[in-house]
């Protein structure tokens, strides 16, 4: 078994060395523009080449996939509309996990759509007190609070329009981080596809004696296993060049 990148990967990465912003938290990866694009099916990518979000499109609705932070918020709305979408049909507000490059703008787009916000129980805290509680950082509010209309958890599924996303807590990254799979058909085929949580380690963050994430090392322990059982044909990781790869 192997896995090659695909094309499309190169809507994301192209320019690779332009407009490097630092998002709080990260490396100054290179987060510059990226069309809007279909990438299998009903899934689309309406991101940067560092911040990602999807829009999951199904006949009574949408799912949206993270909304990068605030100041992009803007972004995802544009892509929507111009892939020919409208913003009132998002039903539904995910998030792989509650850092501010995925749930920064997730106050502004909930106003904007009047979807529903899903959250990872582990992961509820943080989003509702705007960050003061997450683990990397020193009790200073990093975005907006948001409330979520439902608590969900490992392995639940989340239907709409007969699209399922199935929630699988593989945490570390932090404690509530949520790895979703789908699948998308593609002129008559079914594939399997994976929105790969992000598994990096936290800059700073220790492993042993972590008195705010004592079982930080356990969990990534178990997120890595969680991840091995899934099979996937087509997988999107978190990257700096949001690498999007398909199993061949």
Same mark, same amino acid.
């Given at each position: 078994?192997?896995?090659?990148?695909?094309? &499309?990967?190169?809507?994301?990465?192209?320019?690779?060395?332009?407009?490097?912003?630092?998002?709080?938290?990260?490396?100054?990866?290179?987060?510059?523009?990226?069309?809007?694009?279909?990438?299998?099916g009903?899934?689309?990518?309406?991101?940067? &080449?560092?911040?990602?979000?999807?829009?999951?499109?199904?006949?009574?609705?949408?799912?949206?996939?993270?909304?990068?932070?605030?100041?992009?918020?803007?972004?995802? !709305?544009?892509?929507?509309?111009?892939?020919?979408?409208?913003?009132?049909?998002?039903?539904?507000?995910?998030?792989?996990?509650?850092?501010?490059?995925?749930v920064?703008?997730?106050?502004?787009?909930?106003?904007?759509?009047?979807?529903?916000?899903?959250?990872?129980?582990?992961?509820?805290?943080?989003?509702a007190?705007?960050?003061?509680?997450?683990?990397?950082?020193?009790?200073?509010?990093? $975005?907006?609070?948001?409330?979520?209309?439902?608590?969900?958890h490992?392995?639940?599924?989340?239907?709409?329009?007969?699209?399922?996303?199935?929630?699988?807590?593989?945490?570390?990254?932090?404690?509530?981080?949520?790895?979703?799979?789908?699948?998308?058909?593609?002129?008559?085929?079914?594939?399997?596809?994976?929105?790969?949580?992000?598994?990096r380690?936290?800059?700073?963050?220790?492993?042993?004696?972590?008195?705010?994430?004592?079982?930080?090392?356990?969990?990534?322990?178990?997120?890595?296993?969680?991840?091995?059982?899934?099979?996937?044909?087509?997988?999107?990781? !978190?990257?700096?060049?949001?690498?999007? $790869?398909? !199993?061949?």
């Amino acid at each position: 078994m192997s896995y090659e990148r695909t094309g &499309q990967a190169y809507e994301c990465s192209r320019n690779f060395s332009a407009n490097r912003r630092s998002v709080v938290g990260n490396p100054p990866y290179p987060n510059g523009p990226v069309k809007p694009f279909r990438i299998i099916g009903n899934i689309y990518y309406v991101g940067l &080449q560092s911040q990602t979000s999807f829009l999951i499109t199904t006949p009574e609705g949408h799912i949206l996939l993270d909304t990068m932070t605030d100041p992009e918020a803007p972004v995802v !709305r544009k892509g929507v509309e111009e892939l020919g979408f409208k913003l009132k049909d998002i039903k539904i507000l995910l998030q792989a996990h509650a850092h501010v490059d995925h749930v920064g703008g997730l106050a502004k787009m909930k106003e904007i759509t009047a979807g529903k916000v899903l959250v990872m129980a582990q992961d509820e805290s943080v989003l509702a007190d705007g960050g003061k509680t997450d683990f990397r950082g020193n009790g200073k509010v990093i $975005w907006t609070p948001v409330r979520a209309d439902k608590v969900i958890h490992d392995g639940e599924k989340v239907t709409l329009g007969g699209v399922t996303m199935t929630a699988h807590l593989t945490a570390g990254h932090t404690k509530g981080c949520t790895t979703w799979t789908s699948v998308a058909e593609e002129n008559g085929k079914k594939y399997n596809v994976v929105f790969v949580c992000s598994n990096r380690i936290n800059d700073g963050v220790p492993f042993i004696n972590n008195a705010k994430y004592p079982r930080i090392a356990e969990d990534f322990e178990q997120a890595f296993k969680a991840l091995k059982t899934l099979r996937a044909t087509y997988s999107w990781l !978190r990257t700096p060049t949001c690498s999007i $790869w398909k !199993r061949s």
